[in-house]
C-alpha cells in the first residue's frame, strides 16, 4: 500500500489573474484586476491522497511482499530429497561395478563344468601326454568307458531298475558298441580325435576289457578302477584358446572325518602331486582335452588295478554320484604305488 501527502502554505501557484480561492477552496472572479484580495479567514489547505492501487518497490530478485522471487517452503526438503538420492544412486553404481568385476573374475561355475566333464580321466590316473592321437594309453580308452557305464548305472539307479540298455555276455560284461565308445571318446577328447580300439587287460579274464573285433563290440565288467587319491580342482587359468584346469590329487590317508562321520574335503595345499590339463572349447558347447602335464619332477602311477562290484564304486564310500569340483568320493582301495619320473610317465 502506497500513502502519499502533499502540504501547502502558498497557494499562490493556484491563482491567477482572473479568479481567486476562498476559505472553501472554491475559485471565484476577482473584485479588482489590478489587486488580490486574500480572505483572514482563509486557512492553508492540506491535500492528502490514499491510493492502494499504487505499487510497492519490486525487483527481479524479491517480489512486493519481500519474499525471495522462486522459493517455496518445500524447497529445502526437496532439495535434500535430490542430494540423498543422488548418493544412493552413486553408491549403487560403484557396488554394481565392484560385483560385475568379481563375477568377470570368478570362473568357479566354468571350473566346474570341466572338472565334472574331465572326472573320467581323472579317475584313470592318466598319465601326462601331448597328443592324444600318439598317446596310446590303456588310460584314455578306459575313460571312455567308464563314462558310458557309469552314466548307465546312475539311470538304473534313478529308475530303480535292474535292467541295462546293454545286453550281457556269459560273463555279465555289458556289451558295449564301437560306435558308443567312439561317441564317448570324442566327447572326451574331440571330434576328430582317433580312438585305439584293443582289449584292456588279460585276454580271457572276467575282469578285462575285452574287444571284439569281428562283432565290433567291447565287452566291459562291472567295475571301475580304483585309486588312492581324492580329487580336487583348485584353478582354472585362460591362456589364448587354452583353459588349463588345475587338479589336485590329496591321498585318500589325509582324508579327515568330522563328529557326524562326514569327509571333510581335502584342500589343494595338501596334494600330493598335481596335473596340469589344458582343454580347448569345440563349437558352443564342446570341449576337448588337448593334452596333460605334470606339475612337478615326478607322477604317481599304479601297476595293479583291481576292480570291484561297480555298484560299490559308484561315488565311493556313500554310493551316490559326487559330480562336482570339491573333489570325488574315494573308495579306499589298496593298491600298489609306484613313483616314475615325469619324462619317462609322458
Not at 601326454?129 to 563314462?147: C, H, K, N, P
Not at 583353459?243 to 590329487?249: A, F, S
Not at 604317481?300 to 565311493?316: A, E, K, L
Amino acid at each position: 500500500m502506497a500513502e502519499w501527502k502533499r502540504n501547502t502554505d502558498d497557494l499562490d501557484f493556484f491563482k491567477d489573474d482572473s479568479t481567486k480561492i476562498n476559505s472553501d477552496g472554491a475559485q471565484t472572479p476577482a473584485s479588482d484586476d489590478n489587486s488580490r484580495v486574500e480572505s483572514k479567514d482563509s486557512a492553508p489547505v492540506s491535500f492528502e491522497v490514499t491510493d492502494e492501487s499504487v505499487p510497492a518497490h519490486s525487483s527481479d530478485r524479491f517480489n512486493t511482499r519481500g519474499y525471495r522471487r522462486g522459493r517455496s517452503k518445500a524447497a529445502a526438503p526437496v532439495g535434500f530429497l535430490v542430494l540423498v538420492l543422488a548418493l544412493v544412486g552413486v553408491v549403487t553404481l560403484i557396488i554394481a561395478g565392484i560385483g560385475a568385476i568379481i563375477r568377470s573374475q570368478d570362473n568357479s561355475e566354468l571350473r566346474n563344468e570341466l572338472f565334472v566333464l574331465m572326472r573320467p580321466v581323472i579317475r584313470q590316473q592318466t598319465r601326462a601326454f601331448t597328443d592324444v592321437d600318439s598317446a596310446e594309453q590303456d588310460e584314455l580308452l578306459l575313460s571312455a568307458l567308464w563314462y558310458l557305464t557309469n552314466k548307465e548305472q546312475i539311470r538304473m539307479m534313478q529308475e530303480r531298475t535292474i535292467i541295462s540298455k546293454y545286453a550281457a555276455d556269459d560273463n555279465e560284461r555289458w556289451k558295449i558298441s564301437e560306435e558308443d565308445v567312439l561317441e564317448s571318446y570324442r566327447r572326451l577328447f574331440g571330434p576328430d580325435a582317433e580312438i585305439f580300439n584293443r582289449t584292456v587287460g588279460e585276454p580271457g579274464s572276467i575282469f578285462s576289457v575285452e574287444y571284439n573285433e569281428t562283432e565290433k563290440f567291447f565287452h566291459v565288467p562291472l567295475s571301475v578302477p580304483s585309486t588312492l587319491y581324492e580329487t580336487v580342482a583348485d584353478t582354472l587359468v585362460k591362456k589364448g584358446d587354452d583353459y588349463i584346469l588345475r587338479v589336485c590329487y590329496v591321498s585318500t590317508n589325509k582324508i579327515a572325518i568330522d563328529d557326524d562321520g562326514q569327509f571333510i574335503l581335502p584342500k589343494p595345499e595338501e596334494a600330493d602331486y598335481v596335473q596340469l590339463f589344458t582343454l580347448q572349447r569345440v563349437g558352443e558347447d564342446g570341449w576337448k582335452l588337448v593334452s596333460i602335464a605334470d606339475e612337478g619332477p615326478s607322477v604317481t602311477t599304479y601297476n595293479n588295478r583291481p576292480t570291484d562290484d561297480f555298484s560299490q564304486d559308484v561315488g565311493g564310500f556313500t554310493g551316490e554320484f559326487d559330480g562336482d569340483a570339491n573333489g570325488t568320493q574315494p573308495n579306499g582301495e589298496n593298491n600298489q604305488e609306484t613313483t616314475v619320473n615325469a619324462n619317462e610317465a609322458s
